[in-house]
């Protein structure tokens, strides 16, 4: 079995999942595991195939025409960026 461990997690909302926990007699972490469970995986077990497909195609359907970068891309405009920036203030100095 593999571990997970959250961060950051906003007070209240820890307050809550005990509560929930509480109210559905497991602990918390048991909660934890239920949660996941109800959000990623269907009555049937995993999700199939081709729900899979479907919502993968329902989501390019929905981001078609956008300016779709890459990672690459990204890092080099980032890198980038950032050299502006040190160049700017060698240059302000």
Not at 19 to 39: C, D, K, M, V
């Amino acid at each position: 079995m593999a571990t997970l461990t959250v961060r950051d997690l906003d007070p209240d909302l820890v307050r809550r999942l005990r509560i929930r926990a509480a109210e559905h007699g497991r602990s918390a972490e048991a909660e934890h595991r239920a949660i996941l469970r109800e959000a990623l995986v269907d009555e049937g077990g995993s999700l199939g195939r081709k729900e899979a497909a479907e919502r993968l195609a329902a989501f390019r359907a929905r981001t078609a025409g956008r300016d779709a970068m890459t990672v690459v891309n990204l890092i080099d405009e980032s890198r980038s960026q950032r050299l502006r920036e040190l160049l700017g203030r060698a240059s302000a100095t």
